[in-house]
């Protein structure tokens, strides 16, 4: 059975990652809006992998009989002033998110539960990737120079983003 302290720890991360998923919905409006479709749909399947890793935190917790506390989800920002502004505050978040599982290992570590810190590594690994997409989406953001011609071409190439 998972001790105390870890499993508070872990609810908190599911309630984060249940706001990570309302987030990138904002996100999707937003470009929605813009009427770029590309990056509505991106942040959509954004939306959709982050209430995944909520369930994923909510499966373990239920697995190692821990007590699921579900807590009220704070309202998400709706604007941003830029497509590029948007998926900059995206890299942010993602930064945050993987200080907050960095915090997690390290609870794990001083618990000696290894049961969760081999759980957690799983999400270690994700955060370098969801870091990196990321960044690359913002790094041709900048290279476009907001010619919309560019904008419209590198939409193109987040409406081809799949399934995880
Ligand atoms: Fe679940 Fe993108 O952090």
Redesign the pocket.
């Known amino acids: 059975m998972i001790g105390k302290k870890m499993a508070t720890a872990l609810n908190e991360q599911m309630n984060h990652?249940f706001y990570?998923s309302r987030l990138y919905l904002a996100m999707a409006a937003f470009f929605h809006d813009l009427n770029m479709e590309g990056g509505a749909h991106w942040m959509e399947l954004q939306a959709q992998e982050?209430t995944g890793?909520a369930m994923r935190l909510y499966s373990y917790l239920k697995e190692r009989g821990g007590r699921i506390m579900l807590e009220a989800i704070q309202a998400p920002p709706m604007e941003w002033d830029s497509p590029l502004a948007a998926f900059e505050a995206a890299y942010q978040h993602?930064c945050s998110?993987t200080k907050e599982f960095d915090q997690l290992v390290e609870l794990a570590c001083a618990e000696k539960d290894n049961a969760t810190l081999n759980f957690l590594q799983w999400f270690v690994t994700e955060?370098v990737e969801?870091e990196s997409t990321v960044d690359a989406v913002v790094q041709k953001i900048k290279m476009a120079h907001d010619a919309p011609g560019a904008i419209f071409m590198i939409d193109r190439m987040l409406a081809q983003r799949g399934q995880a």
């Open positions: 990652e990570n982050e890793h993602e998110v955060q969801e």
